[in-house]
Each structure stands twice: as structure tokens, then as C-alpha cells.
């Protein structure tokens, strides 16, 4: 009879248990879902907090999605400052209530997000217990809200703990030396959260496959010289030290970012190879079969790019309403087609949960892309002409505000040649015109502000091409420099750049082949030859610089030999398409140029001309 008593006891607690835990682990798999295996996740400045997806699931779940990332109030998730976490702990205890409060239905595939904003020290224990403790939290929490994983931005926002350069102890120690100690961290890291979620799969919106693109060299020192001087040359061996860790139910979740503004459906499959086969090339061989089992391919949407809703201008630009829907829509099939399940959509100026600026046609897009793969059907459409036509509106109204200068460049005597020390104390630089003030990027509405002046001199004798820039900054103590070796990655820091088209090359075609220099405050060079979207870094030239610091900028000499160029004939007359740009990093980050450009530097048909006096 006890017996019998037990068991009804025992059956009712676990009804009870039923009732209770049910609306967290019954949500039910999208047709979508369950006939391709694929998902397509929401993120963006609208990410809501755990009390928000509580209180509106149910009328999240109306949107076409399998899942949504979501954040902790008080920055909870930004695990590397610990600053942050001591002063908020004990005030996020609660959310694992409120998340387990969260009723799932059609949200199957949801994602607590964590952050890289870091005040934290690689080398101090105590700053990690921190960091693991953190960690620990966001990971019962995902797990309490019943979670497939956990996403992790690398993105720093600020201090960048991925750069070996900028931290604490790199006099102290090699790159070497601190990668050994950032392996280890990446594998506590790993293991905290999967003390918590043995089966976490870990979405970060880049990782292996950005190294592919820094270096895939087959000689491993130089793929450790290019990535040892890279602005995330750090994140490497945390990626190592975390798949060494991985339990054998844990996926590491590859992003792609990139794909934010892939045009060809062929980029979606060349990532996938990137992403699953090329990366590994950077992978310790001792993990490179624990990287084939558990690696995993993902891509990205990002709303504000395919519609037009950035102030910076793009293909899109030129689009009709209808044909940025149709982008979008091929971006969200190929992306769901090539990616082993994972989509995240991202977007800045609209929100999905208030229905605040939704771009036409977008919701419509994702549902049209989704029902022609769960049916087994082709896109329907190709867009090549679509974005050609698109491509050739845009040059066209940005042809009527582009600011494309033109320069008189004056010969030097044989006296006149600057001693080049960088400090710019020659009678050149007072009697002879400088180039005209940099200016921002164009803009639909106009040019960007700038809060920093760039100036640059130029002139020439028979042996070299003479540039002097004078670069203002308000607040030097900020100022980023990335330094490393010749050719390594210190363009990701304040740098200056000089281009110049190579003889022969067509004045405006936009895949123009040119000579590419970049100096930085340390004097460190990269230098090499841009053909189209590659560039050849075996290029190097024996020019010569030197820079100089001041209390409100720096400024900087260069000598370019003309036969590095292979130009021969210097004669009057002689007409050079070049440019100058500058990369501000300190306070602010801006980008200005001598002859402005519309999304970067490495745009030749917007060079202007130069001609020699």
C-alpha cells in the first residue's frame, strides 16, 4: 500500500514537473525547421532583455524566426570587464528566475549574448577568477532559459584585449609567450561554460575564418609573423584553447560576418569552404580533426546594408524598394542553403519587437526565401544585371558630390630634397603649396565631419617622390597604433596611406592595379601591389620614412624612389593618378582622404591626378 502511495506520489510530482518545466522545453520546431534542419536567428539594436522576451514571446514568436539572441540588463554579459561584474553581480541573481519564466513555443533556438569589452588582464589570475565567474553566470542562465547556446562577440567596443601590441606586459613577454597564456584562458573559458551546458554550441560572429583571410601561407612562421601583428592576433590561440577544451557535445559556431554584404550567391559557397576546410590551415594539426567534428558553418543578414538605411552609401543605394527585397531574399536563401543551420539577421535602425521602421518588403523576402527551400526549389531569380544597373546609378549621383582633386606636384632642386626625420623643418614645407585639407567620405547627405585635421605635402626630384602628412589629434593618449614587423597588420591601427595607380592602368576602373604604402606613428611600413580585392605583399621596395610625435599630433616624411614605381621618364607634365588617406584611431575612429572616396581606400577610380611641374 506504501508502495502504491509512493508511486502515485511520485507520478504526480512528476506531472507536476511536467506543468512546470513545459513551456521551456515543449516549444515547438518551425515547419521550416524540421524540413531542412536550418534556423534563422534575430539580432540586433533591438536585442531585448530577458524581461522583455518574457513578457512579449508571445508576440516575438509572429515574427519568421527559429530563435533570438538575447542580453542581459546592466552590460552582464560583457564577461571581460570585470569592473563591470563586480559592481552589477549581485544584482543579476535574479534573471535566472525571469528567464525561466520565458515561454517558448516556436523559438526553439535561442542564444544568451556575452561580450569582449575588456578591462581585464590576460597574465592576472585574480582578474580571470572574475572573468570565469561571469561566465559561469551567463552560462546557468542560458541554461535556466533553456538555451542551444551562447553568443560570444569579439568585438572589443573599446580596449582591444586581441591585440598582443597594446597589452599590459608586451615589453614583458613574446607573442609567443602571451599566446601560450591566452590558450590557457580560452580553455578555462570553455570549461565554464560547459560546467554549466555540456552541449553549449558557441555562435561568435567571426573566428577561424578571419585568420584565413590574414594569412594562409603554407610556412608557418609566416603565418605566425602576419597573425602576431594582427589587431586580433590574440584571438587565435583563445579559438585553439577553447576547441582543446570542447567536450564532444560542444559546437563552435563560426558567423561569417562578412557575408553582411555578399552580392553573388558564389561568395556563400566560398565561404563554406573557408570556413570548413580553409581555416584549418591555422589550426593546431593536434585539433584539426576535433575542428572537422565540431566546427560548424553560419552566416549573417544585415538589414541596414541590403536597404539602404546606412549613412554610408552602397549598391543598395541605387536600388529600387523591390529589388533590395529580392536582395535580401537571395541573401536569406544561399545563406540558409550554404550554413550547417544558422542564419542571425542583424539590423540597426528598425526594430522587430515594436514594429518601428521595418523596411518594406522584408518580412515578405525571409518568408518567400524560407518557402522555396523547404520546397526544395530553386531562388528563381538572378540579380547580375540588377546590380550593375544599381552600381552605375550610385557612381552617377555620387559622381555629382564626390570632391575628385587634382594636384600640381612642384620639382625640387638638388638642394631642396628633405632630410626625411619627419619633422618637417625644411624651407619646402613653408615656401612651397601643400595639398588640399583631407576630407571625410561621401555621404548621400553631403561629406562626413571629421574632428581631426590631415594635411599633406608633395613634391618630387629625379630620384624620389617626396609626401610629408601633418595629422592633428585632440587626444594622443587614446591614439592606437598597431606596430609589428614590415607587412604585418598595422593598418588596423592610426596609419596613413599612399596609393598610386601603376603605369598603364586604366584612370577609372575600380579593379585598377596599384602600389599601396602604409606608415603608422611606430614608422612601421606595409607596402604591396593591390590587384583588384588581393593584394601582393612580396612588394617591397626600398623607400624611406621617419615620423615624429607632438603633444597635439604627428607627422611623418617619406621618400618613394621613382623606380620602384617603374617609372623612367620623370619629365613635366607627367600626370599620376594617386591618393592619401588617413586612418584616425583614438577617441573617435574617422577615415579622410586627399580625393575623397565612397566606401574605402582602395577605390582607383576615384584616385585624383597629380602632375609633375
Known amino acids: 500500500m506504501k508502495i502504491i502511495k509512493m508511486k502515485t506520489r511520485m507520478l504526480a510530482l512528476a506531472a507536476g514537473l511536467m506543468v ?117 553566470f551567463n552560462a546557468k542562465v542560458a541554461r535556466a532559459a533553456h538555451c542551444k547556446g551562447l553568443l560570444f562577440d569579439p568585438e572589443p567596443y573599446g580596449f582591444n ?22 590558450q590557457q584562458r580560452g580553455r578555462q573559458f570553455m570549461r565554464a561554460m560547459q560546467g554549466e551546458m555540456p552541449d553549449v554550441r558557441l555562435l561568435m560572429f567571426y573566428q577561424y575564418k578571419m585568420f584565413y583571410g590574414i594569412s594562409h601561407s603554407t610556412d608557418p612562421a609566416a603565418r605566425t609573423k602576419a597573425i602576431s601583428g594582427y589587431s586580433y592576433g590574440l584571438m587565435l590561440p583563445f579559438l585553439n584553447g577553447m576547441l582543446e577544451a570542447a567536450g564532444p557535445q560542444v559546437q563552435l559556431i563560426e558567423g561569417n560576418e562578412p557575408s553582411y554584404y555578399y552580392t553573388d550567391p558564389a561568395q556563400f559557397y566560398q565561404a ?25 558553418a553560419a552566416n549573417a543578414l544585415y538589414v541596414d546594408h541590403l ?31 550554404t550554413s550547417d543551420e544558422y542564419v542571425w539577421l542583424y539590423s540597426e535602425k528598425m526594430n522587430w519587437w515594436t514594429n518601428t521602421d ?30 550593375k544597373t544599381a552600381q552605375a546609378k550610385l557612381d552617377q549621383s555620387l559622381r555629382d558630390k564626390l570632391q575628385k582633386r587634382s594636384a600640381t606636384v612642384p620639382r625640387l632642386s638638388a638642394t631642396q630634397a628633405p632630410k626625411i626625420d619627419g619633422n618637417l623643418e625644411e624651407k619646402i614645407y613653408t615656401e612651397l603649396p601643400w595639398a588640399d585639407p583631407f576630407v571625410g567620405y561621401v555621404q548621400q547627405s553631403g561629406t562626413a565631419t571629421l574632428q581631426a585635421a590631415t594635411r599633406a605635402f608633395i613634391a618630387y626630384d629625379d630620384q624620389n617622390v617626396y609626401i610629408a602628412f601633418r595629422c592633428s589629434e585632440p587626444d594622443m593618449k587614446k591614439q592606437q597604433v598597431i606596430s609589428g614587423e614590415r607587412d604585418s597588420g598595422i593598418w588596423a591601427g592610426e596609419s ?32 604591396g601591389i593591390n590587384t583588384g580585392a588581393n593584394s601582393d605583399v612580396g612588394f617591397n621596395p626600398a623607400w624611406q620614412s621617419a615620423t615624429t610625435k607632438q ?22 607634365g607627367l600626370t599620376l593618378h594617386a591618393n592619401l588617406a588617413r586612418q584616425r584611431m583614438s577617441a573617435q575612429t574617422e577615415y579622410s582622404s586627399w580625393s575623397q572616396f565612397v566606401s574605402g581606400f582602395q577605390e582607383p577610380q576615384n584616385f585624383g591626378a597629380w602632375t609633375l611641374e
Do not use: C
Request: no cysteine; aromatic share 12%.
Open 20 to 136: 512546470m518545466v513545459s513551456p521551456q522545453v515543449m516549444a515547438q520546431e518551425s515547419t521550416f525547421a524540421s524540413v531542412t534542419g536550418k534556423k534563422l536567428i534575430e539580432y540586433g539594436w533591438d536585442v531585448p532583455t530577458p524581461e522583455y522576451v518574457r513578457d512579449h514571446i508571445r508576440d516575438m514568436e509572429k515574427r519568421p524566426f527559429e530563435g533570438v539572441i538575447f542580453r542581459l540588463p546592466k552590460s552582464g554579459g560583457n564577461v571581460f570587464n570585470i569592473d563591470n561584474w563586480d559592481k552589477n553581480k549581485v544584482a543579476l541573481q535574479d534573471e535566472t528566475k525571469v528567464v525561466s519564466a520565458i515561454k517558448w513555443n516556436k523559438f526553439t533556438d535561442n542564444f544568451l549574448a556575452m561580450y569582449a569589452a575588456s578591462t581585464m588582464d590576460w597574465y592576472s589570475d585574480s582578474d580571470w577568477e572574475k572573468v570565469l565567474s561571469a561566465v559561469k
Open 161 to 182: 584585449p586581441w591585440t598582443y601590441a597594446k597589452q599590459k606586459h608586451a615589453s614583458q613577454y613574446s607573442y609567443a609567450q602571451y599566446a601560450e597564456k591566452v
Open 496 to 527: 596613413v596611406e599612399i596609393s598610386l595607380l601603376k603605369p598603364g592602368q586604366p584612370a577609372d576602373d575600380a579593379d585598377a592595379i596599384f602600389y599601396h604604402f602604409i606608415l603608422n606613428p611606430a614608422n612601421d611600413h606595409w607596402d
Open 307 to 337: 536597404f539602404a538605411m546606412r549613412s554610408r552609401p552602397n549598391v543598395s543605394t541605387g536600388m529600387t524598394p523591390q529589388e533590395r527585397a529580392q536582395w535580401f531574399e537571395q541573401n536569406v536563401y544561399y545563406g540558409l542553403k
Open 272 to 296: 563554406y569552404w573557408e570556413i570548413r576546410q580553409g581555416a584549418r590551415i591555422n589550426v593546431p594539426d593536434a585539433l584539426k580533426a576535433k575542428f572537422d567534428r565540431q566546427e560548424r
Open 358 to 387: 521595418v523596411p518594406p518588403g522584408l518580412e515578405d523576402s525571409i518568408i518567400s526565401a524560407k518557402t522555396k527551400l523547404a520546397a526544395g526549389r530553386d531562388l528563381g531569380f538572378n540579380l547580375e544585371t540588377v546590380f
Open 551 to 572: 603633444a597635439d599630433g604627428w607627422t611623418s616624411e617619406i621618400a618613394i624612389p621613382w623606380k620602384s614605381l617603374g617609372i623612367a621618364d620623370i619629365h613635366s
